[in-house]
């Protein structure tokens, strides 16, 4: 009984410094993750969803963690956590840049702006709940255990990642979510450009008509309408380009 209790013990104080390094990793990342990492949510909640990811990843990769110095690798662990959360948070700041846009040329960027923990026009606040919902109900829990795995081999434990290949990732990240921002709020822009040089037509041909209290009405109400048709398009879109950083989140290299 007491071999089986030293081997017990044995087997425990082995696998607590990987489990360290990889709750360190997952709760990095989770404090900035979709879904799991909103402010909305306490923290007991997200330290308990921090513990469940640590028990599903340690198995894989609790041999990968290996060595006797603590601080050096903790350090490493919490900067591939917070690299692997703001890949995925970069997303869901790329959906309320484009609801930023779509609301700004349709005038509704003033519409219930303070709703919600960050103020952001309405079009976000729709926007963000509707993709975190969707990414939840296409298994964003599954896929985002697989990620952790996985980045044990982008992100090699104990190694910590050079500042220039963080310079060069943070610039193709921001530069491919403002890409990604505009391409989904171009049809309001178009729309709205469209709108406003027909007022100004129309304005141009009859003076004495008040075009502003005829238009802005109905340019916020065809960008509801525009909104309602195009909204799941839109999400299709982004779920695939979400899909796809999950997938490859630090790029094709």
Same mark, same amino acid.
Not at 24 to 27: A, D, I, Y
Not at 37 to 44: N, V
Not at 86 to 92: E, F, H, K, V, Y
Not at 146 to 150: E, V
């Given at each position: 009984m007491?071999?089986?209790?030293t081997?017990?013990?044995?087997?425990?104080?082995?696998?607590?410094?990987?489990?360290?390094?990889?709750f360190?990793?997952? +709760?990095a990342?989770?404090?900035?993750?979709?879904g799991f990492?909103?402010?909305?949510?306490?923290?007991?909640i997200r330290?308990?969803?921090a513990l469940?990811?640590?028990?599903?990843?340690?198995p &894989?990769?609790?041999?990968?963690?290996?060595?006797?110095?603590?601080?050096?690798?903790?350090?490493?662990?919490?900067?591939?956590?917070?690299?692997?959360g703001?890949?995925?948070?970069?997303?869901?700041l790329?959906l309320?840049?484009?609801? &930023?846009?779509?609301?700004?040329s349709a005038?509704?960027?003033q519409?219930?702006? +303070?709703?919600?923990?960050?103020?952001?026009?309405?079009?976000?606040?729709?926007?963000?709940?509707?993709?975190?919902?969707?990414?939840?109900?296409?298994g964003?829990?599954?896929?985002?255990a697989?990620?952790?795995?996985?980045s044990?081999d982008?992100?090699?434990?104990?190694?910590f990642?050079?500042?220039?290949?963080?310079?060069?990732?943070?610039?193709?990240?921001?530069?491919?979510?403002m890409a990604?921002a505009?391409s989904? &709020?171009?049809?309001?822009v178009?729309?709205?450009?469209?709108?406003?040089?027909?007022?100004?037509?129309v304005?141009? =041909?009859?003076?004495?008509?008040?075009?502003?209290?005829?238009? &802005?009405?109905?340019? +916020?109400?065809?960008s509801?309408?525009l +909104? =309602?048709?195009?909204?799941?398009?839109?999400?299709?879109?982004?779920?695939?380009?979400?899909?796809a950083k999950?997938?490859a989140?630090?790029?094709?290299?």
């Open positions: 007491i071999d089986l209790i081997l017990m013990v044995d087997q425990v104080q082995g696998l607590l410094r990987p489990a360290t390094l990889v360190l990793r997952v +709760s990342a989770m404090a900035l993750l979709p990492g909103e402010r909305s949510i306490p923290a007991r330290l308990a969803m469940a990811f640590t028990a599903v990843v340690l &894989a990769v609790a041999d990968r963690h290996q060595g006797d110095t603590l601080l050096l690798p903790a350090a490493a662990e919490v900067t591939a956590g917070l690299l692997i703001l890949s995925l948070r970069l997303m869901i790329a309320q840049t484009t609801a &930023a846009i779509a609301a700004q005038s509704l960027s519409m219930f702006a +303070s709703a919600g923990a960050e103020p952001q026009p309405a079009l976000g606040i729709l926007f963000t709940l509707a993709a975190t919902a969707l990414a939840l109900q296409a964003l829990h599954v896929k985002l697989a990620l952790f795995i996985l044990h982008l992100l090699p434990p104990g190694r990642v050079q500042a220039a290949d963080v310079r060069d990732w943070g610039i193709d990240q921001i530069a491919g979510g990604l505009f989904l &709020a171009l049809p309001f178009l729309a709205a450009l469209l709108w406003n040089i027909a007022l100004g037509a304005n141009r =041909a009859m003076p004495q008509l008040m075009v502003a209290f005829i238009g &802005a009405p109905a340019l +916020s109400l065809g509801l309408i +909104s =309602a048709i195009l909204a799941p398009l839109m999400l299709a879109v982004w779920l695939g380009a979400f899909d999950l997938a989140p630090f790029g094709s290299g």
